[in-house]
């Protein structure tokens, strides 16, 4: 509770203690210079005008209570409500979890801003010539705030703002309003005005009307809520009551001078007018010390009324600790009985549990012999097992034996057979040196292969092949292998398996995958393994994004010496028949290796050169059908061209990343408009524009619709695309770098000015309608451009020789 006390003696104001709190100079020249100061703040005749936050509100409910009370003192009455929530950086928290520094703060503010109002409430006083106090108190809620204050001071009359609509309700309304009405102490009359006007008004009990006031001015000491005096008191004020309604009394009066002289001629009709003045002196004593006994009695009674009232409330909180006590009790008790019957419980099943014990250790006894006589067994079966032990090792010893002694009669065999004979391809400075050779391959039983993939289980099983056969993973032979099983229900099947042995049996390439081993009982081939494949490596976003330009044109550049090692075999030639990026697979350093030969076929050097034998095409998987020669599903006829189709489209495909099917049109359509970066995968990072250009341009000659067109696999091709990988790494002479596009020349062109550029970029310069050199900035001659075969030639030899 707060008092604040302005230092002005007209006006008294409530203060939390603080110093330097009083109304400015501005509206204290309003108040009345010779008023007395007023007594301290309490009930009686003082009357209370509850206001809120707004001034505008409260200003119709000051001028009421002004006119309706004149000459009496206003009590504004405020209840400050602290804000829940406290603003702070992290938006508006609850207080008690904000910062106790910044919630202080902000209390402060809150304080500050409400002495602020209250300072304009006792202006507006202060204008009116109406003395004021301010009364306040911090509630978090406003009306128990109100009726909390009208019981401290003992308020009588109160003054307060209503809805118009809700003053008939009061009752069963949850305003301030109703509330203060609804619990306000019987003593208390309440005015509740809108805007200016009286709408209801609530009357004090009957009880408390009998402590009138005695006089106008305010008695801040009483505070009365009772009406039991003793009868003399009672007596008192009857006789207060008769003699103020009969005569308008006041001390010194000419009124009542005349009435008591009347009153004196009328019983004794001889008195004098000295008499009748000695008279009424001393009735006007005696009844002012009637007057002070009653006040004096009031004040007793209120006492007594305060004093029985806190004894109430002891009584009645004494009543609920008794209540308290006895249902605590009873729940002690009821929880001593749960208690009680848990231990019962426990105890019974404490007696099974000891009785079950007993019982286990006969069996324990039981189960410690039994084991004793298993013991017994087990080193009979140790033994038993170590005498199997070293029989095994000798069978062992004599199967690898006779392992040994079958390779070398096969050895002898292959040797005199002499079918295959070595072949070696050795490029300009030792570039590419790949053998062809029969080579010694491991046979192993159906039980081995068993063994190594725990009878062909499903979880060993990589992929499934749609025309007849299965691939596993295994372990054999100390190293992870891939084993390719064909099924006996596939017709062709021996054959089949005849032609892969004698084709990739004698193949030795880094970059074709190695056949270990086969086995005739299960028709399967052992290869190497490598972890993964082209096509699921690339389906997987998060490593296609890993893979740099350089990497995909590295793999280009192994394919397509794999594919030259195959096409220039001698004497036969060697087609693959089957390449799409399944079957092209990736070691841990993503090194591409060629297997699955499916249309792998000896193609002797005359029919390589005529027309290509017929075979009847296999069935594709419809995201591999865009890797298959057009040609080839039409006719059935297989070459060379096949691959290189196949070969051209995995070029495209690495650079796009794209399946569409009309995957061809789309990048010639690209190059055509010079916006072949449109069409490059962001993924592979910033590409080369040369680099991007030239496997551009091999990709569409490859993929060309006439096989005829295409371009066959040549050491030349080979170099300059193990060059392209490494270009960055390598200085480019400045002749060769495009003083427009600042990158390697594709198709240099001479201008008249005497400089060479890409073709491509100087149209482009000429198109938008210069005629000026990008170089001197000075007026062409003419405007034709000259194809500079010298510098072409230069690159070309610049990119195959590093």
């Not at 009307?209 to 001015?217: A, V």
């Amino acid at each position: 509770m707060k008092l604040l006390k302005p230092s002005h003696p007209c006006v008294t104001m409530a203060t939390d203690g603080r110093s330097g709190f009083s109304p400015p100079a501005s509206f204290r020249d309003g108040f009345d210079r010779n008023c007395v100061p007023v007594p301290e703040i309490g009930g009686g005749d003082k009357v209370y005008v509850a206001v809120g936050k707004t001034v505008e509100k409260a200003v119709p409910l000051f001028h009421w209570a002004f006119r309706r009370f004149r000459n009496r003192e206003i009590c504004i009455l405020h209840v400050h409500q602290p804000s829940p929530l406290i603003p702070t950086l992290l938006g508006k928290l609850p207080a008690t979890q904000a910062n106790p520094d910044v919630v202080c703060a902000y209390r402060r503010k809150e304080r500050d801003e409400m002495q602020k109002l209250l300072l304009d409430y006792v202006s507006l006083c202060s204008r009116s010539k109406v003395k004021a106090c301010v009364v306040t108190t911090d509630n978090d809620h406003i009306r128990k705030g109100i009726v909390d204050l009208v019981n401290e001071y003992g308020v009588r009359k109160l003054v307060m703002g209503a809805s118009p609509e809700n003053w008939m309700k009061v009752k069963k309304n949850s305003s301030k309003s109703s509330y203060a009405a609804k619990n306000a102490p019987p003593f208390c009359q309440i005015w509740f005005v809108n805007k200016g006007q009286l709408l209801y008004t609530r009357e004090p009990a009957e009880d408390y009307d009998l402590l009138p006031s005695l006089n106008n001015q305010d008695s801040s000491a009483f505070r009365s809520q009772s009406a039991h005096y003793p009868n003399t008191e009672r007596e008192s004020q009857q006789i207060y009551r008769r003699s103020c309604s009969s005569t308008s009394f006041m001390p010194g009066s000419t009124s009542m001078t005349r009435s008591l002289q009347s009153n004196s001629s009328t019983e004794s009709g001889y008195s004098s007018e000295h008499d009748l003045r000695v008279d009424e002196n001393s009735l006007c004593k005696h009844l002012e010390e009637v007057n002070l006994e009653a006040e004096a009695s009031r004040n007793e009674a209120f006492q007594e009324i305060l004093k029985r009232k806190r004894l109430e409330a002891q009584a009645l909180e004494a009543n609920d600790k008794v209540k308290a006590y006895e249902s605590a009790h009873a729940q002690e008790v009821e929880s001593r009985k749960v208690a009680e019957d848990k231990l019962n419980a426990a105890r019974r099943e404490n007696e099974q549990l000891m009785e079950q014990k007993e019982l286990t250790s006969k069996e324990l006894h039981k189960v410690m012999r039994n084991i004793a006589i298993l013991e017994n067994q087990l080193q009979e079966a140790n033994r038993r097992r170590e005498e199997s032990t070293e029989e095994l090792k000798l069978i062992q010893a004599s199967i690898a034996t006779l392992k040994i002694e079958k390779l070398t009669v096969q050895r002898q065999q292959f040797e005199a057979a002499n079918w295959l004979d070595r072949w070696k391809v050795r490029g300009q400075d030792g570039g590419i040196s790949c053998t062809t050779s029969r080579l010694t391959l491991t046979e192993f039983s159906l039980v081995d292969l068993e063994t190594a993939t725990c009878g062909f289980s499903e979880s060993f099983k990589i992929r499934y092949e749609n025309y007849g056969c299965s691939f596993y993973k295994g372990e054999m032979l100390n190293r992870t292998v891939m084993i390719k099983k064909l099924h006996w229900n596939n017709l062709q099947a021996q054959q089949e398996f005849q032609e892969e042995v004698q084709v990739v049996g004698r193949l030795q390439h880094k970059h074709i995958l190695s056949l270990i081993g086969i086995c005739h009982d299960a028709l399967a081939l052992v290869y190497e393994y490598t972890p993964t494949s082209l096509e699921s490596h690339f389906s997987n976003k998060t490593n296609s994004s890993s893979v740099s330009w350089k990497t995909r044109t590295r793999i280009i550049s192994e394919i397509a010496n794999a594919l030259l090692f195959l096409h220039t075999s001698r004497p036969e030639k060697i087609l693959h028949g089957n390449l799409n990026p399944e079957n092209i697979v990736l070691d841990s350093e993503l090194c591409c290796k060629l297997c699955n030969f499916r249309f792998s076929k000896l193609v002797n050097e005359e029919t390589f050169r005529c027309r290509s034998f017929r075979q009847y095409p296999e069935p594709c998987s419809n995201r591999l059908f865009l890797f298959t020669d057009p040609d080839f599903l039409q006719t059935g006829d297989l070459t060379a061209k096949s691959d290189i189709y196949s070969f051209g489209m995995i070029i495209l495909w690495l650079m796009t990343g794209s399946r569409s099917a009309g995957l061809v049109s789309e990048v010639r359509k690209a190059v055509s408009g010079s916006n072949l970066v449109s069409v490059l995968d962001a993924s592979a990072g910033e590409w080369s524009g040369f680099v991007a250009k030239r496997l551009a341009d091999l990709g569409l000659r490859c993929c060309e619709s006439n096989s005829a067109d295409r371009p066959a696999v040549s050491l030349v091709m080979v170099k300059e695309l193990e060059q392209l990988s490494v270009l960055d790494d390598r200085r480019v002479p400045s002749s060769f770098m495009c003083p427009i596009l600042k990158d390697i020349m594709h198709d240099p062109q001479l201008a008249a000015d005497g400089f060479t550029y890409e073709g491509e970029a100087l149209r482009g310069w000429l198109k938008n309608g210069r005629e000026t050199s990008p170089m001197t900035n000075l007026k062409l001659d003419h405007l034709n451009l000259t194809p500079n075969h010298s510098i072409r030639v230069a690159i070309q030899d610049w990119l195959c020789n590093p």
